[in-house]
């Protein structure tokens, strides 16, 4: 990555770094409007002290530095965020919709808003795997340190006595906190590994948005693992396992008939904006669908309905018309 090590920092070399801290915030706050606010603090703190700032450490890591802070800062004061599978049982297709606030949930963030231009391929593929959904809900189990901690190390790639430094801790506890982090997501079945968009994924996505937007319950059901999940928030329902999701799209989930997908980029995975035939004519905007897969399947299937708030920050319109 190009970095600026000059103590003469400009307002601009600032806002250079603003989508490699966007992906760190989200990383620690698990919501995409919660990293927006921490990085302009960040932004606002950073410019304030820029005249204390000697050059002796690059300053996208002087950036990160005042970022974690105000995360653990804004952690302090709020429980973690989640996905409808930790917070109750696998419902079934006959159960209520029962709504919860927004700030209970962990949000998608636009790929292009987390993942910084400069970064070189590898690089890339690693922040990108770092900012799934399955990896941020993860992260959330952490005690905000030990999460501060594993995403300077295991995500950026900094040495423990830099992030002793940071978080104004020793080396050992840096250690010691690592592990328990490590062996806590490990418990939750996820890593810090890379991994990248196969052909034979974008296949799948292309075969995906063929299917849905035919509604073609048979060819949508061969595209999906036997055990994949399928989740609505804000509703706390989410179901598992093929025969469930079919009845779902075949019964409650007709509604979707009729719909047309535009692609966009959320959270490392193929995503979709979903808008729904409106009675008064066009589509109107209904759900941001992130899928996550594994091999060739897809064993996620996520539609977040809080279009009002999602649409805008993916820069997708309201409607579509015919």
């Given at each position: ?8 920092a ?8 603003r ?7 989200y ?5 995409a409007a919660?990293?927006d606010?921490?990085?302009?603090d ?6 304030r002290?820029l ?8 300053l ?9 802070r105000?995360?653990l800062?804004a952690?302090s004061?709020?429980?973690r965020r989640?996905r409808p ?19 209970q949930?962990?949000e ?11 970064a ?5 593929a690693?922040?990108?795997e770092?900012?799934r ?14 999460r501060?901690?594993l995403l300077?190390?295991e ?20 250690n ?12 939750r ?5 890379r991994?990248?968009?196969?052909a ?5 996505l292309?075969?995906f948005?063929?299917?849905?937007e ?6 949508l059901?061969?595209?999906l693992?036997?055990?994949?999940t399928?989740?609505m ?6 179901l598992?396992g ?15 008939r009729g ?5 966009t ?6 995503a ?11 589509h ?6 992130v899928?996550?897969t ?8 996520n ?14 319109p ?5």
């Open positions: 990555m190009n970095d600026v090590a000059s103590p003469h400009t307002a601009n070399d600032l806002e250079q770094h989508a490699a801290l966007t992906g760190h915030c990383r620690m706050l698990g919501s919660e990293a606010d921490a990085v302009q960040t932004l606002v703190r950073a410019w002290a005249d204390r700032f000697e050059g002796r450490s690059s996208r890591t002087w950036l990160y530095r005042i970022a974690t105000v995360c800062d952690l004061r709020r429980s989640a599978m930790e917070l109750g049982p696998m419902g079934t297709t006959d159960d209520a919709l029962v709504s919860l606030p927004g700030e949930w962990v998608p963030i636009p790929d292009v808003y987390a993942l910084p231009a400069d070189d391929p590898y690089e890339r690693s922040l990108r770092s900012i959904l399955a990896f941020v809900a993860a992260l959330q189990h952490l005690p905000p340190k030990q501060a901690v300077l190390t995500v950026l790639g900094w040495p423990a006595a830099e992030v002793a430094d940071s978080l104004e801790t020793s080396v050992a506890a840096v010691s906190a690592l592990q328990r982090a490590r062996a806590t997501l490990a418990s079945g996820v890593g810090t590994g991994a990248s968009l196969s034979s994924q974008s296949q799948l292309e075969r948005v063929d299917a849905f035919r509604y073609d319950i048979d060819a059901s061969s595209l693992h036997e055990d994949a399928l989740s928030p804000p509703f706390s329902l989410w598992r093929l025969p469930t999701i079919r009845t779902w799209l075949a019964g409650r989930g007709a509604g979707c719909s047309r997908l535009v692609p980029a959320a959270s490392g995975s193929l979709f904006g979903q808008y729904r035939p409106d009675p008064e004519g066009g109107k905007a209904w759900a941001l669908i899928l996550e594994a091999g060739e399947q897809i064993v996620g299937f539609s977040f309905l809080d279009t009002a708030a999602l649409f805008p920050r993916f820069g997708l309201p409607r579509l018309d015919p």
